[in-house]
């Protein structure tokens, strides 16, 4: 057995495979042998593919990380012929027949795919508890969350069964894992990574694909193999001067950094929180950069009601489009998405349209904030990881939606100022990441900080359109400067 697997990243892994040190077989070998040890505890495989994985390190691999395990995320990355549940019921047998352009990417790059992770329900919490597959856990603390929507992926690397997955980010599906996992997590700006064939942009542009993994090199490789537009996409963005790979350890200059640790939406940013920042600061100007409090001149409110009603708008057009490929009734679902897909239906095309209008306000105040601010330094979190259960809706409460979905009860929903009550709700423990989603701005998570009761912390670093390398340069430097690789959950 390859005992040293988990000292290994993606890129480390590689290489032994490739100086044939080691079979892909071993290292599956490995990697699978961590699942059946820890499943029992973590509850992070929504879809076992390991008969596939065992099938594809039998023949030759290619590509930057040829024979490295990987897991997908059980949401809108389609492997023609394996189920994709999206953390639903109602979706629990859906075999897709058709490979999405991501996975396959994923496989040119030499990743050996042996299943998928779990993800709430059409991934629409920052917590990963589903009906279908139960709940997983941080493997940091038992009692905690590993947090959503990439909840699956981010407790995978963190238990070591891989040294990176799958993760998307429509909201902080990306960094959220990634804090409260101990990670390094990028969300890369819009169109960067294609989202088809089945659609040309996910969620208005909001949501992209890449991964949560241990080392910055890992991601930046990850997303060298996956960037590049495919035939249809709704427009090209500008290629960056140099693989991603080569920002490692490049000079990274004197930035100019603004920071904020007040919650956009007004709620209480946990100390822990504020901590992580100061002390990312004062790292960040030992280095040589110029940091100072600043924020974009967003109204936080605004952007939390815009980016709700996305959100309910396309979780009702999910739904039906799920109906219409597999016959899954609105009433399979968990009476929290039914609600939501509710609001979405009862929303004028008006409202909408003019919701959507205000993401232009939030993209030019970004643009101005980056005049005079190369990145903007947050938490990535308000809060720590929730309890298991805890967050789950009262009973009575989901019993009241069924009713209102009975009756078609969404404009009386609407009228009563649900949207900005639910804004808040959802978006209190989380605010700080809808604000790159909604600009289409990259933004990532660096674990730099691990709180008094052992748990880690995630800063978050946002930069212009299209300066992933800015971000991946300030990335390589600060895990040079305070390593985070060697602090590992212990199980």
């Known amino acids: 057995m390859f005992t040293e697997y988990e000292q290994y990243d993606a890129t480390g892994l590689a290489g032994l495979v490739a100086a044939g040190q080691l ?31 065992k099938a594809q390190v039998a023949a030759p691999l290619t590509g930057p990380f040829a024979g490295v395990p990987f897991l997908l995320k059980d949401m809108d990355l389609t492997y023609a012929g394996e189920r994709l549940t999206c953390g639903a019921v109602a979706l629990r047998d859906y075999k897709p027949t058709e490979t999405s352009e991501i996975v396959k990417r994923y ?5 050996v795919i042996m299943g998928s ?11 990963t508890e589903t009906e ?14 590993p947090g959503g929507s990439s909840g699956g992926s981010g407790a995978a690397v963190a238990a ?17 894992p990634a804090s409260y996992c101990g990670l390094f997590g990028l969300k890369p700006s819009r169109g960067r990574v294609p989202s088809g064939p089945a659609v040309g942009e996910k969620w208005d542009g909001c949501d992209v694909t890449l991964g949560v993994s241990r080392s910055v090199r890992d991601s930046a490789a990850l997303l060298d193999a996956l960037a590049g537009p495919m035939p249809g996409d709704p427009f090209i963005i500008a290629p960056p001067e140099r693989p991603y790979v080569a920002e490692m350890g490049a000079k990274v200059g004197r930035l100019r950094i603004g920071f904020s640790t007040a919650s956009p939406v007004g709620g209480v940013v946990e100390p822990e929180m504020v901590k992580a920042v100061q002390a990312a600061a004062t790292l960040l100007e030992s280095l040589g950069h110029i940091v100072e409090e600043a924020a974009p001149a967003v109204k936080g409110a605004a952007l ?60 030019r105040a970004v643009g101005v904030f980056h005049e005079t601010y190369d990145v903007y330094l947050t938490p990535t979190t308000a809060m720590g990881p929730a309890k298991i259960g805890s967050l789950e809706t009262p009973k009575l409460q989901q019993q009241m939606v069924k009713l209102l979905v009975a009756v078609h009860g969404g404009g009386l929903l609407l009228k009563s100022g649900i949207v900005d009550k639910l804004a808040f709700e959802n978006l209190q423990r989380t605010p700080f990441t809808q604000l790159a989603n909604m600009t289409f701005c990259p933004a990532m998570s660096v674990p730099l900080h691990w709180g008094a009761d052992g748990m880690p912390v995630g800063v978050q670093f946002s930069a212009k359109f299209g300066a992933e390398g800015l971000l991946f340069r300030l990335a390589s430097q600060l895990e040079a400067a305070q390593p985070w690789a060697a602090r590992r959950a212990v199980w």
Do not use: Q
Request: proline share 3%; aromatic share 8%; with cysteine.
């Open 132 to 145: 279908l597959h139960g709940a997983t856990r941080n493997p940091w603390n038992l009692a905690c969350t």
């Open 117 to 127: 992770t779990t993800t709430p329900e059409l991934a629409l919490k920052a917590t």
């Open 304 to 363: 939390s009601r815009c980016y709700m009603a996305m959100y309910f708008g396309h979780v009702a057009a999910a739904v039906k489009t799920f109906e219409k490929r597999t016959g899954a009734k609105e009433s399979s679902y968990h009476p929290d998405t039914r609600a939501v897909a509710l609001l979405g239906r009862s929303m004028s095309a008006e409202a909408f349209v003019t919701m959507r209008a205000e993401w232009n306000e939030f993209a």
């Open 107 to 111: 496989l040119a790059a030499g990743l």
């Open 23 to 53: 079979s892909a077989a071993e290292v599956l070998a490995a990697a699978l042998a961590k699942v059946d040890a820890g499943e029992a505890k973590f509850n992070t495989i929504a879809v076992d593919m390991r008969g596939r994985a």
């Open 160 to 176: 070591g069964y891989l040294p990176m997955a799958a993760a998307a980010d429509g909201g902080g599906s990306i960094r959220i």
